[in-house]
């Protein structure tokens, strides 16, 4: 289905910051545009990472929505980050990063192999960058053949 992206990270945005006493602060870096996705499989990815960065930090979290190459949304927060050699396996099932950290937020480390699952079958590439003790960014990246088509016929055409 059809969603015009800015208003739909608005309304998803809008729905953390009632819930939780905490800054959720979105830019949308372009002028209204659609992608095709999966609306509800979507929000159910972006709230696996909303939650995370949420979890995992105690600062403010910045949203990122824009159109350069392709359709992309970055979540950013300045919380515990992630260790490199950690990196490889947070996609895993039942993966956590540590057994102390781990014990404090809960959870079963389903997470991210769900947002991954959900990405999957979306046809979104998702990335991860992380520094430990500065903070994490996830990237939902779309495809410009798939999420994004006019973007491919654009290019093809010049
Ligand atoms: P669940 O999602 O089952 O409630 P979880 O948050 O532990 O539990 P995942 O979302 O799969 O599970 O994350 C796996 C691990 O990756 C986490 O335990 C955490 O150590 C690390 N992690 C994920 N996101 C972040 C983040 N934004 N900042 C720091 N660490 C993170």
């Known amino acids: 289905e059809k969603v015009e992206l800015g208003t739909f990270m608005e309304e998803t945005i809008a729905a953390f910051n009632q819930s939780y006493d905490r800054e959720f602060i979105l830019k949308v870096e372009s002028e209204p545009f659609i992608v095709l996705t999966d609306a509800v499989k979507f929000k159910q ?3 696996i ?3 995370n960065a949420r979890k995992y930090s105690s600062d403010r979290i910045e949203i990122i929505a824009k159109m350069d190459e392709t359709a992309m949304v970055q979540i950013r927060d300045y919380g515990d980050g992630i260790p490199k050699e950690s990196l490889p396996y947070v996609f895993d099932r039942f993966y956590r990063v540590d057994k102390a950290r781990a014990r404090e937020t809960g959870g079963f480390g389903l997470g991210l192999s769900l947002a991954a699952h ?10 991860i960058e ?3 003790q500065l903070g994490t ?3 939902v ?13 654009k290019q093809e055409g010049s």
């Open 45 to 47: 990815l972006l709230y």
């Open 49 to 51: 990472l909303l939650d």
């Open 118 to 127: 959900l990405a999957e079958l979306l046809k979104l590439k998702l990335e």
């Open 130 to 132: 992380s520094i430990e």
């Open 137 to 139: 960014t996830v990237s």
């Open 141 to 153: 990246i779309f495809s410009s053949d798939f999420n994004v088509p006019e973007i491919k016929s």
